[in-house]
């Protein structure tokens, strides 16, 4: 063809080969707009498929993103109104009864009367039959609510069949249960009839246990409880007022339940016709919610239509336009492509923006590739921000607790072959050496075949929650024990004041008796000598006279017992001591019972071993005191006995506080007989008031009163009274008073 074309050119003449040439070209500028046409239209339907295609991924990821935030935003939305139900459980868990001055406080602190978006009210509702333990259904009218007046009080929550079932999984559970679908009409007294929840948190009589199912029926004391408005709640999501998706939500019936046949029961109903472009599902309250985003409008056309079939059809005819229609494309595909770019840095930014204002910090861990990423919320929580120290699967459970290790690997095992939930509560040590409590919740990727792909979660901080449950948990067993404390106190002091009660009974029956003999005596003799003034002789009625004396001296001994006792536990009876020489007290009063042991056949004996017998006493108090210890002495003695009285030195301790150490210098004075003794039992408690020895069945007779007035005297004296047994038979009273003025003190009785 190169060598024939010159050929031609010789044989051919001028205008031949230019008509030729023309021709030729003639074909060439007609195969040319064709061959351009066809590129272009080529070129142009390429695009029109590449923008459609780019427009369906970018809708698809825009509607699984919006989806993604919208799920997690109800997940926080439900939690919300959970925390204030937790703080209403600690209340009511601390305190044995919660009155309505402290609930409003407590609503005022917590907001409770300002509720979140959907919340119609919160309240508490006791358990009122206690008798038919195990049914949380019993009976549970509504005690306290807020608002004030959202909720009638008194209405019972287990009177519906729905609101009982939420209650008793709740009571069996231990945690917060939502309902079924509820009517709010039925919740507030009104002919409204949009949808409801009840959002349920037992309360636990904190003195019983609660490790069983059994155990926590048992203990069930009531319900903290609030009432959610299912359209007002969903209304309230910000993702989903600005997108173009519709939410519809099904009650999975069948989770956690053994009827695995049963149908979701619809929940909520946009209320929009579209087709579901996404599902989701989440998981709480012990009720399993399936998620579906239907499309709320029709997707826009592609940007590329018949226009753009025009123009590649008008650039494929004008051959002098298809530069220009070349380099038009290049830059509306660079245009697209910054859109694109903006686009997608947008999206990021929301995604980001979401991720750092969610309490909650989000994850994604590969399995195929090994590797983990981390929001900004979540580094900081785990105390490694701006770093990647936990961004490898391997440096992050070297942070997890030794203890807690083996749950994660469980629960990620339990999720891809059981489809169990992920969640799992574990200890992480942050960054600066701080251990935390986190709760992880995740959902995994597998492909068409089946094999785990990613895991993708979230994780928030329970530090505070755990640290207030084991707060709680301490304070119930510190309550136990003060209970128990207290109960055994109880039992010691009605033991204590039984055996008083008895003593007093008994005391009072003999000192009726001694008050009634010498009473009776002066009755009779008085009427005897009425009878025979004018017969009798004189020294007749001169023995009904002596006679007379004699008992009435005797009632009036044991009136000025019973007067000195109320004086002295009155704080009444004056006892001013003085530093005074007590043997001539011991001696003068020693003396007065000289004819008594003489018709006994007792002798008396004073022994002055202390060479100084100075002591602070009060003269007639102290010789009512010896008087008392001699006469029992001289009374238990028998017949050739000896009394001897003894003064030696002695030590007493400084004071009765904790404060008061040491002793000072003190005289002693003590009583010795030759009588019974005492039992060894009754050492101490002869000086109560009111209790005799039992050593009064040898016919001594008493009232039990004389050594209980002897002890108070002495402890206004600062000194001490004891008793006990001597090794060669009979018992032995001493008393014990300082030598020096002690220095006054506050409360002393005058």
């Not at 123009?311 to 494309?329: C, D, K, N, P, Y």
């Amino acid at each position: 063809m190169l060598n024939a074309a010159p050929r031609i050119s010789r044989s051919m003449s001028p205008a031949a080969a230019k008509a030729a040439a023309g021709t030729q070209a003639g074909i060439a500028a007609r195969a040319f707009p064709l061959l351009v046409f066809l590129l272009s239209l080529g070129m142009t339907l390429a695009v029109f498929q590449y923008d459609r295609h780019r427009s369906r991924l970018e809708q698809q990821t825009q509607i699984a993103r919006d989806a993604a935030l919208i799920s997690a935003e109800l997940r926080v939305a439900l939690e919300r109104p959970a925390q204030q139900l937790r703080a209403i459980q600690a209340l009511h868990a601390t305190q044995d009864a919660v009155s309505e001055s402290e609930w409003r406080l407590f609503t005022r602190r917590l907001h409770l009367n300002r509720p979140l978006p959907g919340v119609v009210a919160y309240g508490y509702a006791p358990r009122r039959d206690r008798h038919a333990e195990g049914s949380a259904a019993a009976s549970l009218p509504i005690r306290h609510v807020a608002p004030a007046g959202a909720l009638p009080l008194a209405l019972d929550l287990s009177a519906d069949p729905s609101r009982a079932a939420a209650i008793d999984r709740a009571r069996d559970y231990d945690g917060i249960v939502l309902s079924r679908r509820l009517t709010l009409g039925e919740l507030l007294g009104t002919e409204e009839s949009a949808g409801g929840l009840l959002l349920a948190l037992p309360i636990y009589d904190r003195s019983r246990a609660i490790e069983t199912v059994a155990d926590r029926r048992r203990a069930f004391a009531g319900v903290a409880f609030a009432v959610i408005r299912i359209d007002a709640l969903l209304a309230a999501l910000h993702h989903a007022r600005e997108n173009a998706l519709a939410l519809r939500v099904l009650d999975d019936e069948s989770f956690n339940s053994p009827d695995a046949d049963a149908v979701p029961r619809l929940l909520h109903e946009p209320g929009v016709d579209g087709h579901v472009v996404e599902r989701r599902e989440i998981e709480f309250g012990q009720r399993n919610w399936q998620l579906q985003f239907v499309s709320a409008g029709h997707a826009p056309p592609p940007r590329e239509s018949i226009a753009l079939l025009i123009v590649g059809l008008t650039i494929s005819i004008l051959l002098g336009a298809a530069a220009r229609a070349q380099t038009w494309h290049r830059e509306r595909a660079e245009r697209l492509a910054v859109d694109m770019t903006r686009e997608l840095r947008l999206s990021e930014e929301r995604f980001k923006l979401a991720a750092e204002g969610a309490s909650e910090g989000l994850w994604d861990h590969d399995l195929v590739r090994g590797t983990l990423w981390h929001s900004e919320r979540l580094k900081a929580m785990l105390g490694h921000p701006g770093d990647a120290d936990v961004d490898w699967p391997e440096r992050f459970l070297a942070c997890v607790h030794p203890d807690d290790r083996a749950k994660l690997d469980a629960a990620l095992a339990e999720h891809f072959s059981e489809d169990r939930p992920y969640r799992v509560e574990y200890r992480f040590r942050r960054g600066d050496g701080e251990w935390i409590w986190l709760s992880s919740h995740a959902q995994g990727v597998r492909d068409d075949a089946g094999r785990p792909l990613r895991l993708v979660g979230s994780t928030s901080d329970i530090t505070e929650r755990r640290l207030a449950e084991a707060e709680l948990l301490r304070h119930r067993d510190r309550l136990q024990e003060m209970v128990e404390e207290r109960t055994a106190d109880l039992v010691r002091a009605k033991e204590t004041a039984e055996q008083a009660s008895e003593a007093k009974s008994a005391a009072l029956a003999n000192m009726s008796h001694e008050l009634r003999t010498p009473l009776h005596s002066v009755l009779s003799f008085a009427a005897l000598g009425s009878q025979r003034a004018h017969a009798a002789q004189q020294e007749k009625l001169a023995h009904y006279f002596e006679r007379i004396q004699q008992s009435g001296s005797r009632l009036l001994a044991l009136v000025n017992d019973l007067l000195d006792l109320a004086k002295l536990e009155a704080g009444k009876m004056r006892i001013v001591p003085s530093v005074q020489d007590a043997l001539p007290i011991v001696r003068e009063t020693l003396a007065e019972f000289e004819p008594m042991a003489g018709e006994r056949g007792v002798r008396l004996e004073i022994d002055a071993a202390a060479q100084n017998t100075r002591a602070a006493v009060d003269a007639g108090r102290l010789a009512q005191v010896i008087r008392n210890m001699v006469s029992n002495a001289v009374k238990f003695s028998p017949a050739g006995g000896r009394v001897r009285v003894e003064l030696t030195d002695a030590r007493l301790a400084r004071g009765r506080r904790a404060t008061d150490v040491g002793d000072v210098a003190a005289l002693q004075i003590a009583v010795h007989d030759a009588g019974p003794g005492i039992p060894e039992g009754e050492l101490e408690s002869i000086f109560e008031k009111f209790v005799q020895s039992s050593w009064t069945s040898t016919g001594a007779g008493g009232t039990g009163l004389g050594l209980s007035i002897c002890r108070e005297i002495m402890r206004e004296h600062r000194g001490s009274i004891g008793a006990c047994n001597n090794p060669d038979g009979g018992a032995s009273f001493s008393i014990v008073l300082p030598r020096e003025m002690p220095p006054p003190h506050r409360g002393n009785r005058q």
